[in-house]
C-alpha cells in the first residue's frame, strides 16, 4: 500500500514501458483520443437546440421528445461500463473501432426516424456508440504518459472534450435555426466513420505488453469472444478515495449544468435575447474556459507532484495531485457561479450580459481546475485500471447531475436565479471541501481498502 514511508517506484523497467512511442507519436495519440472523446459531448449537446424541431416532424411533444436527454445519460452510464470493461479485456483500440459503427448507424437511424419510438431507440444506439470515449481516452493517456506527464496530457484531452458541450449548442441551435437537424445527424454518422477510419489506420493498442485480459489465456482462438461483466467495475468505487472523487467532481461539475441548462430562462430571459444561435452562441464562453483551463490545470498537477515528490526527497504520495485543485474548488467556481446569479438578478443591459459571460468563462477555467487533477488521480491510484474508473466515475456522476439538473429549472421558478446558483456555489465548496479531507486522510483511506483493490493501487 501507498503510504509517505513508501519509495517512489522509479525502476528502469517500469521507465521504459512509457518509452514505446516517441514524443510526436504519442501527441497524434492524444489528438485522436481527444477527437474521439469530444464526440459524446458533441452528440449530446447538439440535440437539445433541435428539440422543438424535432417535435414538429415527428407530430410529438417538447416533453416527449425530452425524454431521449434521460435516455442519453442511460446510454452513456451504460456504454462506458461496457467500453472500460471489454477494454480490460480486448484492448483500447478494438473497443474504439467496435464504438464507432454503433456511433455512424445510430446517427443514420436518428436522422430517418419517423416516429418517437424508433427516435428513443436509434438514440439509444448512438450515444452507446460514442460513450466509450471519455474512459478509454482516459485509459489511453494513462498508458502512454508516465505519472508526472499524464496529467498535462489529460488536461489536454478532457479540455477538447468539455469544448464540445460548449460549442454544441451553439452548432445545434444554428442548425434548428438554419439548416435541419437531420443533416446535422448525417453529419455527426459522418464524423464516426471518419474517426474509425483514422483509429483503423493510425492508432496502435497501447495497453501495456501482458496486461490485457485476453492475454493470459492459456488457449485462445482465432476469432475469441469472451463475456465481461461490466457491472464488476461498479466495485471499484468500494475505494473511498474514488468513491469522494467522483463526488467532489459531481458537486463541482453541477455548477456548470446551473449556469448552462437554464441558459434561455435565465440570460436569455434577462437580456431579450429569443434567437436560438444567439443563445447558443453564449455557451462559448464557457467552452473557451475549458479549452484554456483544462490544459493549465493538467500542467500544474504536474508540476505539484513533481515539487511534493522532491520536498519528501523522492517519495510520491498520490494525493500530492490533489493539492491544485484549491485555486478553481476555493475560488473561481463558487465566486463564478454566485456572481452571475447576482448579476443576472441584479444587472440589466450590456454590462450585466458582458459581465456574465466574463463568470462562464471563469467557471469553465475553474471547474477544470478541480475535474483534471481529480481524473489524474483516479489513474495515478487505479492505472491498470483506469479506463474502468473513470467509467465509473463518469457513469454515477451522470446519474448524479442529472437528477440534480432536473431541479435547476424548477428551482429557478421558486427562489430565483440569485438563491439557486449560491445554492450550487455552496454545493462546489463542499466539493473542495471532500478534496481537502482526501489530501489529509487520503492514506489512512486508501488503507481501508480491500487486498485486491490494494494491488490495483500500488500499480501505477
Known amino acids: ?5 513508501s519509495p517512489l517506484l522509479a525502476s528502469t523497467t517500469h521507465e521504459a514501458i512509457y518509452d514505446r512511442f516517441v514524443p510526436d507519436h504519442k501527441r497524434w495519440i492524444v489528438f485522436l483520443v481527444s477527437f474521439a472523446g469530444l464526440l459524446p459531448m458533441f452528440v449530446s449537446a447538439t440535440f437539445v437546440p433541435s428539440i422543438p424541431q424535432i417535435a414538429e416532424d415527428l407530430d410529438s411533444t417538447h416533453a416527449a421528445v425530452s425524454l431521449t436527454v434521460s435516455l442519453s445519460i442511460l446510454a452513456t452510464a451504460v456504454g462506458s461500463l461496457v467500453w472500460a470493461a471489454y477494454s480490460s479485456f480486448y484492448g483500447r483500440r478494438l473497443m474504439y473501432l467496435w464504438g464507432m459503427p454503433f456511433l455512424c448507424v445510430g446517427s443514420c437511424g436518428v436522422a430517418v426516424s419517423t416516429s418517437l419510438r424508433s427516435l428513443l431507440f436509434w438514440r439509444f444506439v448512438q450515444m452507446l456508440g460514442c460513450s466509450g470515449g471519455i474512459p478509454l481516452g482516459a485509459g489511453v493517456i494513462g498508458d502512454i504518459y508516465k505519472l508526472e506527464e499524464r496529467g498535462t496530457a489529460i488536461g489536454v484531452f478532457f479540455g477538447a472534450s468539455l469544448f464540445g458541450i460548449a460549442v454544441a449548442p451553439f452548432l445545434g441551435g444554428a442548425a434548428a435555426q438554419y439548416w435541419s437537424w437531420r443533416n446535422l445527424q448525417y453529419s455527426i454518422g459522418v464524423w464516426g ?23 493470459k489465456l492459456m488457449h485462445r482462438r482465432w476469432i475469441h469472444i469472451t463475456w465481461v461483466n461490466p457491472l464488476s467495475s461498479l466495485w471499484l468505487l468500494q475505494s473511498p478515495n474514488l468513491f469522494a472523487g467522483m463526488i467532489a467532481q459531481a458537486l463541482v461539475l453541477i455548477t456548470d449544468y446551473v449556469l448552462l441548462v437554464p441558459m434561455a430562462y435565465t ?18 464562453p464557457n467552452g473557451l474556459g475549458n479549452l484554456t483551463g483544462s490544459p493549465i490545470a493538467g500542467r500544474l498537477s504536474d508540476i505539484v507532484v513533481r515539487r511534493w515528490r522532491k520536498k519528501r526527497k523522492g517519495v510520491w504520495i498520490p494525493e500530492d495531485r490533489l493539492r491544485a485543485t484549491w485555486i478553481g474548488g476555493l475560488f473561481m467556481v463558487p465566486l463564478s457561479v454566485g456572481a452571475s446569479g447576482l448579476i443576472t438578478t441584479y444587472v440589466e443591459g450590456p454590462i450585466g450580459l458582458s459581465l456574465n459571460l466574463l463568470c462562464l468563462f471563469m467557471n469553465g477555467m475553474g471547474v477544470d481546475f478541480v475535474f483534471n487533477p481529480i481524473a489524474s488521480y483516479n489513474v495515478d491510484v487505479m492505472h491498470s485500471r483506469s479506463a474502468e474508473a473513470t467509467a465509473t466515475s463518469t457513469a454515477i456522476r451522470s446519474l448524479i447531475i442529472s437528477a440534480a439538473t432536473t431541479l435547476v429549472i424548477p428551482s429557478i421558478e421558486r427562489i430565483g436565479v440569485a438563491w439557486t446558483n449560491i445554492i450550487a456555489a455552496v454545493l462546489a465548496l463542499i466539493g473542495q471541501g471532500i478534496i481537502f479531507l482526501m489530501i489529509h486522510y487520503g492514506d489512512r483511506m486508501r488503507a481501508s481498502v480491500d487486498d485486491s483493490l490494494k494491488a490495483e493501487e500500488n500499480d501505477r
Open 267 to 284: 440570460i436569455g430571459v434577462q437580456y431579450g435575447i429569443t434567437n436560438e444561435a444567439i443563445i447558443g452562441a453564449c455557451f462559448l
Open 193 to 215: 466513420l471518419l474517426e474509425m477510419l483514422l483509429m483503423y489506420l493510425s492508432f496502435p493498442e497501447t495497453s501495456h505488453p501482458g496486461t490485457l485480459g485476453i492475454d
Open 1 to 5: 500500500m501507498v503510504s509517505e514511508e
